[in-house]
């Protein structure tokens, strides 16, 4: 079964920055996209980017100073995926929950219901 595991989360100032990953394991494949999402406190679930292999990430919401970006890693017996989302002049509203979640062979899609499997979180809170 796929399992993922989340970490990076922290407190931070605004205008700082944060480096968040999620492994993946239990793989039946490389082929997986991985997608980060988010949810702050009295709000909706909100995607964040998403990425499938070698293919540029994606990403949703206002990221047009391309403050956030997301790389997947594989490992060499394709045992382990790894992506990471940096995330860099963070402010109040990046303060949330942030998950990410897996579906084998599928297209990147900013749609939770997308996705089977999910991480526990990792919590982001910025301070002004």
């Known amino acids: 079964e796929v399992h993922l595991v989340e970490s990076g989360g922290g407190s931070v100032q605004a205008g700082g920055s944060l480096r968040l990953s999620c492994v993946a394991s239990?793989?039946?494949?490389?082929?997986?996209?991985i997608g980060w999402f988010r949810q702050a406190p009295g709000k909706e679930r909100e995607a964040v980017a998403c990425?499938?292999?070698?293919?540029?990430?994606?990403?949703?919401?206002?990221n047009k100073d391309h403050r956030i970006t997301v790389s997947f890693t594989v490992s060499s017996d394709n045992a382990y995926i790894t992506v990471d989302l940096q995330m860099n002049s963070l402010n109040s509203e990046d303060t949330a929950v942030y998950y990410c979640?897996?579906?084998?062979?599928?297209?990147?899609?900013?749609?939770?219901?997308?996705?089977?499997?999910w991480g526990q979180g990792t919590r982001v809170t910025v301070s002004s």
């Open positions: 239990g793989l039946t494949s490389r082929h997986y996209t």
């Open positions: 979640a897996a579906e084998e062979d599928y297209y990147c899609s900013g749609n939770g219901a997308d996705y089977t499997y």
């Open positions: 990425i499938r292999g070698n293919d540029p990430g994606r990403y949703y919401g206002n």
